[in-house]
């Protein structure tokens, strides 16, 4: 299934989580580059996205899979980043579309509401989908913000 490198991050509350996902994606053949946390004690999410989206941003892993407690904070902190998609996804469907339509490049599990099982699953439809284009591709390029000077 695979042949690139998937990031990922977590905080303490996803830490185990992380940890079970990072095992099921070099098991599908994928590369892994783990940015933390690396043991269960309390830290904090914005410590471990940001190095996290800096490697999707620039090309060093094609996509990210970040889990936090509710996937909120992950995204939040992924998403300041130009050139980051981080969708979060709490079933498969969510996942494939957050692919299909938002070309997402970031996978956000929230791991207070996610099972092994159910994460397995959606990381599955995250990998599996390609960005459709056509009428998403406008949509994208209306995404990252620019100030308007009248406005300002």
């Known amino acids: 299934m695979g042949t690139f490198t998937i990031g990922f991050a977590s905080d303490h509350a ?6 079970k996902l990072a095992e099921y994606v070099m ?23 940001h190095p996290l989206a800096e490697a999707v941003a620039g090309g060093v892993c094609r996509f ?10 992950m995204s939040m902190s992924l998403n300041r980043h130009h050139g980051v998609r981080a969708a979060i996804c709490w079933q498969p469907e969510l996942a494939g579309l957050a692919r299909k339509h938002n070309d997402a490049n970031v996978c956000s599990l929230a791991a207070k509401y996610t099972d092994e099982a159910l994460a397995y ?3 599955d439809a995250f ?4 960005f459709e284009g056509g009428r998403h591709t406008p949509r994208l390029a209306k995404i990252e913000c620019v100030p308007t000077p009248e406005i300002l």
């Open 64 to 73: 990210g899979i970040a889990v936090c407690y509710t996937a909120n904070g």
């Open 27 to 49: 098991g599908l053949g994928y590369s892994v580059k783990d940015f933390g946390c690396y043991t269960p004690e309390r830290c904090d999410y914005p410590d471990y996205a």
């Open 121 to 123: 699953s959606i990381v």
């Open 127 to 130: 990998l599996s989908n390609s």
């Open 14 to 19: 996803g830490f185990a989580l992380k940890e």
